[in-house]
């Protein structure tokens, strides 16, 4: 990795069509988008298909994973996630709500933000705080990793041997904690 450049996790997904593009093509869009002069892709999960929760809710999730090197500091990488998903109609009327497209910041280099309290509340809060609460600032690792069969599942095609900066859990370590039906779920493209 060049020096000053450091490594980042982004989990994506969608599930709504961005104009005349489906979700499996505005991932693949998307993520060209993050090459720049500033970000280089280091790789790149297959592409999943999650179901819409609760069933029935929507169309079902296209999910994906990708590890970057980047020069950009934690929030100029997340102005540039906000960016991508702006090009490709993202709007956030809803928490957790359907979309074109999705681009979270997963890891940056194993910071955890803003500070340990930080993250612990952001990660302990119960789940209809987390329907109702969005944080203020940026949350490293992502609060809600070691929950998400979408996220890790994909996760595990690049980097399975990641190691949560603050639970010390590999993907594949979490991975095996969740439900067997919930990673059952997650299913390659």
């Known amino acids: 990795m060049a020096a000053n450049r450091k490594l980042a996790l982004i989990a994506l997904g969608g599930n709504l069509p961005a104009g005349a593009d489906t979700p499996q093509m505005t991932l693949s869009n998307a993520i060209r988008a993050l090459r720049s002069e500033e970000t280089s892709l ?9 179901p819409c929760f609760p069933a029935g809710a929507g169309p079902d999730y296209v999910n994906a994973a990708a590890a970057v090197e980047t020069s950009l500091s934690p929030g100029g990488l997340l102005a540039r996630l906000h960016d991508i998903e702006a090009q490709f109609s993202r709007v956030r009327e809803q928490r957790w709500g359907m979309r074109t497209l999705d681009l979270d910041l997963v890891d940056y280099d194993g910071a955890v933000l803003p500070d340990e309290a930080g993250y612990a509340r952001w990660q302990g809060l119960p789940l209809v705080s987390q329907m109702q609460e969005a944080p203020g600032q940026l949350i490293l690792p992502h609060p809600r990793i070691q929950d998400r069969a979408f996220v890790l599942v994909p996760l595990a095609d690049i980097a399975p041997r990641w190691r949560h900066p603050v639970l010390r859990k590999s993907v594949t370590e979490m991975l095996a904690d969740l439900p067997p039906q919930d990673v059952a779920g997650v299913t390659p493209l």
């Open 42 to 50: 280091r790789s790149v999960s297959r592409f999943f298909q999650t």
